[in-house]
């Protein structure tokens, strides 16, 4: 059975969702005045197109629940012999569930972006995440976001749902 982008994308949500039930009782491992650096890879299959990311960013908590920041990512994609490298600057927002748990963070957010690359037209990217930040040490997380990205531009249109993984340190 094949599942629509749309239904992974909820399913993932769902997943989150029950993740919030699962905390223990200490305190939220994110806090206002919290900074973030994140370094993700990830591999994504769109529409026959296979690609592979490198991305770095840096968030700051503007409240106990909220981050923004940037992101910086660098893509590899093959399709039918011919392969490009892209890159897409982009800004964030995440929303943190305030659960009590000093071991994982939920959490929930948006991204918009502009990819670029040798002999291409510029593309917009939008997405949607909801992911968890596992805390392996009081500065130091594991990182898993699904994504759901909506992509225009060049005279067409993609979705791409994919899953990075990365590390991230707090300070």
Same mark, same amino acid.
Request: proline residues 3%; charged residues 10%; negative net charge.
């Given at each position: ?76 994609? &093959?399709?039918? $012999?011919? *392969? @490009? !490298?892209? %890159?897409?600057? #982009?800004?964030?927002?995440?929303? /943190? +569930? ?53 992509? &225009?531009?060049? $005279?067409? *249109? @993609? !979705?791409? %749902?994919?899953? #990075?993984?990365?590390?991230?340190? /707090? +300070?």
């Amino acid at each position: 059975m094949k599942l629509s982008n749309s239904r992974l994308f909820v399913c993932m949500i769902a997943i989150t969702g029950l993740l919030l039930f699962s905390g223990s009782s200490f305190g939220s491992p994110v806090h206002a005045g919290l900074t973030e650096f994140n370094m993700a890879g990830s591999f994504t299959s769109t529409e026959g197109a296979t690609s592979y990311m490198l991305g770095v960013a840096y968030g700051k908590f503007v409240t106990d629940q909220i981050e923004v920041g940037g992101n910086l990512t660098i893509q590899g994609q &093959s399709y039918d $012999g011919d *392969s @490009a !490298t892209m %890159f897409t600057p #982009s800004v964030f927002a995440a929303f /943190f +569930f305030p659960i009590e748990s000093d071991k994982i963070a939920p959490y929930v957010g948006a991204q918009v972006g502009l990819m670029t690359g040798s002999g291409m037209d510029s593309i917009t990217q939008f997405g949607a995440v909801a992911g968890i930040k596992y805390f392996i040490s009081e500065g130091g997380a594991i990182t898993v976001q699904p994504q759901l990205l909506m992509m &225009s531009g060049g $005279g067409g *249109s @993609a !979705t791409s %749902f994919g899953i #990075s993984t990365g590390i991230s340190l /707090f +300070f």
